[in-house]
């Protein structure tokens, strides 16, 4: 954070009450690189509330832009971070409640793990082992983040590669069934040529799909 934006955020602050919750979003983003769980526990509670409506605001995104100086991505992911927190780490946000430091990764590394969690390609317990090594290691958190992203698209490709299996298995499965069925059909004279043909033509076409 610049100097001239917290330079903007002291003036502001000079003119508020500090029981305000605008005074607190504030003096959150302050301390943003320290405390974003608190920014995003106050943005939620602005979104969701209105009050950015009282402070002379139409929209939520426009408040963030112009008072806060956070752009609508910054704001989604802190926010979407804060939420996980609630979901998957409530007894943390509990505890940094009560003594005001919240034991966290940063919020990009958050925003990853909820990313993951929605990953159905992802097994349960690789979802599990990466928030434990997220929230209970030591880990560089930009190795850490690197890694994530690349399981994920380990995860998706072999996504696509079951895909493909099972799509040649289930073609594989179709053209035994259609030639039996010509083999039955061939000497049949209760079935019309025309029928044959048609079916033929449809086996032919099943055999392009390989």
């Not at 010509?182 to 392009?208: G, H, N």
Request: a negative charge; proline letters at 2%; aromatic letters at 8%.
């Amino acid at each position: 954070m610049s100097a001239n934006v917290i330079s903007k955020i002291d003036e502001q602050l000079e003119g508020l009450n500090p029981e305000s919750l605008r005074y607190q979003v504030l003096v959150a983003l302050r301390r943003f690189r320290s405390s974003w769980v608190i920014l995003g526990k106050h943005l939620t509670d602005v979104a969701y509330g209105g009050d950015y409506k009282e402070w002379g605001y139409d929209d939520f995104e426009v408040y963030c832009a112009s008072e806060l100086g956070l752009k609508k991505p910054t704001v989604k992911k802190v926010m979407i971070s804060y939420n996980y927190m609630k979901s998957y780490e409530p007894d943390r946000l509990r505890s940094g409640a009560e003594d005001g430091n919240y034991d966290a990764p940063d919020y990009q590394t958050v925003e990853l793990l909820k990313q993951a969690r929605e990953c159905d390609s992802f097994e349960e317990e690789e979802k599990e082992e990466l928030h434990r090594i997220a929230f209970e290691s030591n880990s560089d958190e930009t190795v850490l983040r690197k890694e994530i992203r690349e399981r994920m698209r380990n995860a998706e490709v072999d996504e696509i590669d079951q895909a493909n299996i099972n799509r040649r298995r289930e073609i594989d499965s179709l053209l035994r069934l259609a030639r039996k069925l010509r083999e039955k059909v061939a000497d049949a004279k209760s079935v019309p040529y025309t029928l044959k043909d048609r079916i033929d033509a449809a086996l032919l076409e099943l055999e392009a799909l390989e």
